[in-house]
């Protein structure tokens, strides 16, 4: 187990750049399956996720490197398995991604039932009824989901609800099934915008990606293609934060600003002062923070995976702040950590009632999923004393490249600690 030592007070200053994009790599790796060749994927950030999937392609025959930096090759040819390994799969709920391209190439996938996660139940029903839609026959047998489908065929399809993997995997099946799909209620995501980007390059007819009706007209075959990832913008949005509590001075390199619109316009209006200059955005906070009010949607939306990082910022406004979650059933594990570091926050339904104080205390603390862990090391950068970080492997480093390194080299005082006697010790 990976601990790391956070002496807070430092404010964070000069430049970093963020790394490519977690969510929109996964669905891409998952796609190469639709593909035949080799396909090279740049600014593939490097995380254990990105590890496991490269896995689960491999476990299905097929080849595929990380070679740094940031390059992940994958040959597919016509011996393509059929079964996901349940070890695998159950370590990542994305490798579900695998299920469209699967049915769609083969005509045959049996992918283990993704179990919940710490921040909610997340059941694929919805990817079900939309694989169903276009013929599959499904079953759920021993914790697998197995789908069958000679020929996949377009339909037209409603999603009860814009969820971001099933619209991905609906739209990877749909590349290779026989007419038209037109998918309605379709998830917004850019990440969804950079897979249909990719699909297009390799061949696909996909049309109003990003928008909530996205149209596949099926083809016969899709061939390998490079593609360059965006970049992540919820790291981006994670270290405009970490700038901002420490009151810092930072430019943050390799943006989409359309990708972080939401993001800026809410630290705008808590007093942070941002300015963008194409890929670029500088974060300057020398006064305090305005409590603001967050809902979090689908995109364009404030985005959920921003969610606990703003309520780590907004600990410390000079007011009291309201952020409603409305996209997963559980995402506040996080509240009862940064308490335990002094904030004032109380859980009302779907709410956390954020009363701003004036200092958080260091304190040792546990992730206990990817954002909340990211919301503990933003707090713990400015908190008074000591914040021991534990689990970074098991959960921070699945979605955030070397962060501990990008803190540092802005001037973040962080430590690995080898021991807990260490830190017992002091
Ligand atoms: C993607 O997860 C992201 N993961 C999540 O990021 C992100 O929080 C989420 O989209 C929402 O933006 C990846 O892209 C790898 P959903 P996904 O399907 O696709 C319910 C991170 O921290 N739902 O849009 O699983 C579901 O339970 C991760 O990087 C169903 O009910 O999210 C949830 O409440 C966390 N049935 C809501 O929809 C379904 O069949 C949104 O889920 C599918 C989803």
């Known amino acids: 187990m990976r601990r790391i030592l956070i002496v807070g007070g430092k404010r964070l200053a000069g430049e970093v750049e963020v790394s490519g994009s977690k969510n929109a790599s996964l669905p891409i790796l998952a796609a190469t399956i639709l593909t035949r060749g080799m396909s090279t994927l740049s600014s593939v950030p490097c995380l254990l996720d990105i590890l496991t999937m490269i896995r689960v392609l491999r476990a299905l025959g097929i080849r595929a490197e990380y070679s740094p930096p940031n390059t992940v090759k994958v040959w597919v040819n016509d011996h393509v398995k059929h079964i996901a390994p349940y070890e695998l799969v159950t370590k990542m709920r994305a490798s579900f991604f695998i299920m469209g391209p699967l049915l769609a190439r083969t005509g045959f996938a049996k992918v283990p039932l993704p179990g919940g996660c710490a921040i909610g139940s997340r059941p694929v029903n919805i990817h079900i009824k939309g694989l169903e839609a276009l013929g599959a026959k499904i079953e759920l ?149 305005k409590p603001v009010d967050i809902i979090t949607q689908p995109f364009p939306g404030f985005p959920t995976d921003m969610q606990p990082q703003m309520v780590a910022l907004l600990a410390l406004a000079s007011g009291t702040s309201v952020v409603t979650e409305t996209v997963f059933e ?97």
């Open 141 to 289: 047998e021993h914790g697998f989901v197995i789908a069958r489908a000679s020929k996949l065929k377009g339909d037209r399809i409603i999603l009860d609800f814009p969820s971001v993997g099933a619209t991905e995997n609906v739209m990877m099946a749909a590349t290779l099934a026989e007419g038209e799909t037109v998918i309605e209620n379709s998830a917004r995501e850019p990440e969804i915008v950079d897979l249909a980007n990719y699909l297009i390059k390799a061949g696909a007819k996909i049309s109003g990606a990003g928008t909530d009706i996205i149209k596949i007209e099926g083809v016969k075959e899709l061939n390998a293609v490079n593609h360059k990832i965006i970049p992540d913008r919820i790291e981006a949005g994670t270290l405009m934060i970490a700038a901002a509590i420490t009151r810092g001075d930072v430019v943050i390199k390799n943006i989409n600003a359309d990708h972080i619109d939401s993001i800026i316009l809410k630290l705008r209006s808590a007093g942070i002062e941002i300015s963008v200059n194409g890929n670029q955005v500088r974060v300057h906070s020398p006064d305090g923070i």
């Open 330 to 426: 559980n995402r506040f594990m996080h509240v009862h950590e940064l308490k335990r570091m002094g904030a004032d926050i109380r859980l009302e339904g779907l709410s956390a009632i954020v009363n701003g104080v004036n200092k958080l205390e260091g304190a040792p603390v546990k992730s206990r999923d990817l954002r909340a862990g990211a919301a503990l090391i933003v707090a713990g950068l400015v908190a008074e004393g000591e914040t021991l970080i534990e689990d970074m492997d098991r959960f921070i480093e699945r979605g955030y490249e070397g962060i501990d390194k990008k803190l540092i080299s802005l001037g973040a005082d962080i430590r690995e600690l080898k021991n807990i006697s260490d830190y017992e010790d002091e």
